[in-house]
């Protein structure tokens, strides 16, 4: 059988009288085509949910070692937790009680005075509550010299409780003396703050 025949015999109006080999062989290529079809198209579609199951592994894989990781170093986490409650518990004893404030505010006054500044003004103001303490604002208006204002500033540092300062302004006090004019004095304007710690009940 020729190429030429063989062409007649595949064409679709004589493929029954076809030789069995011809249709055996046309039946057989249909076959693995239709077999090949399906492998394509199912290989295919398991390939991208591959991909896929592959692409959240890598997420997986990453957040592991990152709580692996964070495992590993939970120990040091704790320690580091301890000494900052420790720290801070240190923080908070040098918060005042409410019974301390008045106490606190003389010493910041006989500061004032033992520094030698002239005291204008001091005046603590009601005070503010944040979420675990109070801050009782005290507005500051002092006269000395910049040696005096330095000496109660430090005096300040230096007093068991906090105390902050805030606000600071500095203006030159002119006096007259002979002929010219000279500044001698400054004039301090500032507001202290110290605070007190609230308790659960007032928190």
């Known amino acids: 059988m020729d190429w030429d025949e063989l062409q007649h015999h595949l064409e679709p109006e004589y493929i029954g009288t076809a030789p069995k080999a011809v249709k055996f062989g046309v039946v057989m290529t249909l ?8 492998l394509y198209f ?11 199951i592959e692409k959240k592994e890598k997420v997986l894989i990453l957040d592991l070692r990152d709580k692996a990781d964070k495992a590993a170093k939970l120990d040091l986490y704790k320690e580091q937790l301890a000494e900052m409650k420790v720290s801070f518990g240190a923080l908070l004893r040098q918060l005042p009680e409410r019974t301390d404030v008045e106490s606190l505010l003389v010493d910041v006054s006989q500061t004032g ?11 603590p103001s009601p005070e503010e509550k ?5 801050e009782v604002p ?16 430090s005096g300040i540092a230096a007093l068991p409780r906090i105390v902050t300062i805030h606000n600071l302004v500095l203006e030159p006090q002119k006096s007259t003396q002979g002929s ?3 500044i001698e004095k400054l004039q301090m304007s ?7 710690y609230l308790k659960e009940d007032e928190q």
């Open 31 to 38: 076959f693995v085509v239709v077999i090949a079809a399906g």
């Open 42 to 52: 199912d290989t295919k579609s398991q390939l991208e949910n591959l991909e896929k």
């Open 113 to 123: 005075l033992a520094s030698g500044l002239e005291i204008k003004r001091f005046k």
């Open 130 to 134: 944040k979420e675990f303490y109070a």
């Open 138 to 153: 005290i507005a500051l208006q002092m006269i000395g010299s910049f040696h005096q204002l330095a000496t109660f500033i």
């Open 180 to 182: 010219g004019n000279r």
């Open 190 to 196: 500032a507001v202290a703050k110290t605070y007190r």
